[in-house]
């Protein structure tokens, strides 16, 4: 049932496309999802992110009824659509590998949606050449489904979507079943099929790298619910809560004292972070100090005594650029950290004692 | 021995090669002989001992075909047939789905509830199903004896479409749901379409389980409906051998052809998406 879109850009920001709503469902063994809010604007992409298993299948195929809830509701374009059954929600689930009918032709499937709903002739033909115009298929109506390739079934499910043009769309790790090269194309005609008419798009991914290319913010979905829903770039600066940190993987771990001054005491030695990171940590409590390989700061040893002497114990090659494995020793206790090559001041190897520090400004503070 | 191994890789006429074409002679020949032998009594004319083949050939037997009891008799029996397929076809379809979604113990104790009427012999099941008939009055009825056939019918259609549905790609459902396809639309624009070759051989399998009863048709018609079956036992253990060959003929045929309509649409069997 799809309403009439609002005629002001402060109707659009008045009424998301798309709202949850301490959304909760089980599944699993687990406890599932427990309290999830959002809200899509019209034309907006957000990028589910999670550790396996969090529950980001569940909560699209929920979105779009095709997974029951145990509480909570789902709202599309202010309107409740909690109870309805998936025909009425004005919302269109894309499943990770595409579904096509194979019985009917490419333009057949796509015309699908406006068929069902009783539309018929010239104006179906019209928005069939659209969609396929739109994934850069021209031409392609009378193929049979069983016949394409499988980056063409891609984007005929998507051209299928979007002939239906749904307030929003749910798309399932739409790029993780494709290689390389196919990867770019289904990209594309995701960001084509946005163009078209702008829906609402959530689009659940587990590669972080794919975050960027698809979304304009990301929400990040731990424990349950959305721990942080920001650009994608503030997710991976900065991580709202230790979980978050975790499950980017790229945010090392040290245990850190807040002193009676405000500074943090850790292996690394003493962080002046300031007050805004490090929150409500009274003075002597125990949290939690999460950085990246690029804020560890090497010298050469000897310059300042009182610094934290580190031994390269090894070097590890990641993508994103080669790391020195340093052991840290901090009253008898033993850490390991990592410590970007790139731009370092000094130049060592394995078994050379350099001094580690940690650059404050990337450094996050974390309740224990 | 140099090269023997290369030999050993061209096959060649063995001892189990001979096996294998005796044994599918002795198949084709137990399937036809008994066939042929039956097409050829049933247009003897004079045919005595110890003559190997009949020395007349007449069709009076065939033409008596309208007058006879196997006339009525074979209506009697496509009907049946026809109304068992289909209504069990129909009847079945829903249950196999309902069965492919039940999950665990309750899948296996559904599965073994379809499966008992087909493992009963026909004769258990009639004479049970007698008390229930007659008691509501049907028995003695044609109505009576289409329930009575459609008790084993439905439950081995059941079975059929819980193996087709259990392969069934339950996004296909999903998908077109998420489309805006409402379930009667679902129905009627993707599952029967995709399931066209599965159904035609369930309306094919029904017609032949109720073919070729002969227990439950005696024991719930009470003689009152006369199926072939029942003819050309009648006409066996009158004597009347020309005419119960061409009875028993006329039983062969529709199973020719359900064959025939199996073998076409196994060929056309698409449950798997595109």
Redesign the interface.
């Known amino acids: 049932m799809p309403t009439p879109r609002a005629p002001s850009a402060e109707r659009d920001d008045d009424i998301p496309a798309l709202e949850l709503r301490a959304l909760c469902a089980a599944f699993g063994n687990g406890a599932g999802l427990t309290d999830v809010s959002l809200r899509v604007g019209s034309g907006e992409r957000v990028a589910i992110v999670g550790p396996s298993g969090v529950g980001k299948t569940t909560l699209l195929?929920a979105v779009?009824?095709?997974a029951a809830i145990d509480d909570g509701h789902v709202l599309v374009r202010g309107q409740d659509v909690t109870a309805l059954?998936?025909?009425r929600r004005d919302?269109?689930?894309l499943?990770q590998t595409p579904?096509?009918?194979?019985?009917l032709s490419v333009g057949e499937n796509i015309a699908?949606?406006l068929?069902?709903?009783g539309q018929r002739g010239e104006a179906v033909r019209q928005r069939v050449r659209e969609a396929l115009a739109a994934v850069r298929l021209d031409g392609f109506e009378a193929r049979?489904?069983?016949a394409?390739s499988g980056g063409q079934?891609h984007r005929v499910a998507l051209a299928?979507?979007i002939a239906?043009r749904p307030a929003v769309l749910l798309l399932d790790e739409p790029l993780s079943a494709l290689d390389p090269a196919l990867r770019a194309d289904v990209g594309a005609a995701i960001t084509a099929a946005q163009a078209e008419y702008g829906p609402a798009m959530l689009i659940v991914t587990h590669d972080l790298d794919d975050v960027g290319a698809l979304a304009d913010r990301v929400a990040a979905l731990v424990d349950g619910g959305v721990a942080q829903c920001v650009t994608p770039d503030v997710l991976f600066a900065r991580p709202a809560t230790l979980a978050v940190a975790r499950f980017l993987g790229i945010y090392q771990e040290l245990v850190g004292r807040v002193r009676e001054d405000g500074m943090i005491a850790c292996a690394l030695g003493v962080v002046d972070v300031s007050r805004e990171r490090r929150g409500v940590a009274s003075t002597a409590s125990l949290v939690t100090l999460g950085f990246r390989p690029e804020s560890v700061r090497l010298s050469a040893a000897g310059c300042r005594p009182d610094a934290v002497r580190a031994r390269v114990v090894g070097i590890r090659h990641r993508p994103r650029g080669s790391t020195l494995v340093l052991r840290l020793e901090d009253g008898g206790a033993e850490s390991l950290v990592e410590a970007a090559i790139a731009g370092q001041d000094v130049a060592c190897d394995v078994g050379d004692e350099v001094v580690a520090t940690l650059d404050p400004p990337d450094v996050m503070v974390y309740p224990r | 021995m140099t090269g023997s191994h290369l030999a050993a890789a061209v096959p060649r006429p063995g001892p189990g090669r001979i096996v294998r074409g005796v044994l599918l002679l002795a198949l084709v020949a137990s399937s036809l002989a008994p066939l042929v032998l039956l097409a050829i009594w049933s247009m003897s004319g004079r045919w005595l001992y110890p003559a190997l083949l009949p020395t007349e050939y007449s069709a009076a037997s065939w033409r008596a075909l309208g007058a006879e009891s196997l006339g009525p008799a074979l209506v009697t029996s496509g009907a049946l047939a026809a109304a068992a397929g289909l209504v069990g076809c129909v009847l079945a379809l829903p249950l196999g789905r309902a069965l492919a979604r039940l999950r665990g113990w309750r899948r296996h104790v559904g599965a073994a509830a379809a499966f008992l009427p087909v493992a009963a012999p026909p004769l258990a099941l009639g004479t049970g199903l007698q008390v229930v008939l007659l008691s509501v009055g049907l028995g003695g009825t044609v109505a009576g004896v289409l329930l009575a056939h459609l008790v084993p019918a439905v439950g081995y259609l059941s079975l059929f479409f819980l193996g087709t549905f259990t392969l069934f790609d339950e996004r296909v459902e999903a998908e077109a749901r998420t489309l805006g396809a409402t379930p009667w639309q679902v129905w009627r624009h993707v599952l029967l379409p995709m399931l066209r070759g599965p159904i035609v051989e369930a309306v094919a399998l029904g017609f032949l389980i109720s073919w070729g009863q002969f227990a439950l048709t005696l024991v719930v018609g009470g003689g009152a409906v006369r199926a072939l079956p029942l003819e050309v036992f009648a006409l066996v253990r009158a004597g009347q051998d020309r005419a119960a060959a061409v009875g028993a003929l006329l039983l062969v045929v529709p199973p020719a052809i359900g064959l025939a309509a199996l073998r076409w649409a196994a060929q056309r069997t698409a449950v798997a998406p595109a």
């Not at chain 1, 579904?99 to 019985?103: E, G, K, Q």
């Open positions: 195929r779009a009824g095709l059954p998936p025909e919302v269109v689930y499943h579904v096509l009918f194979p019985h699908f949606p068929r069902v709903r049979p489904a069983h394409l079934r299928r979507a239906a």
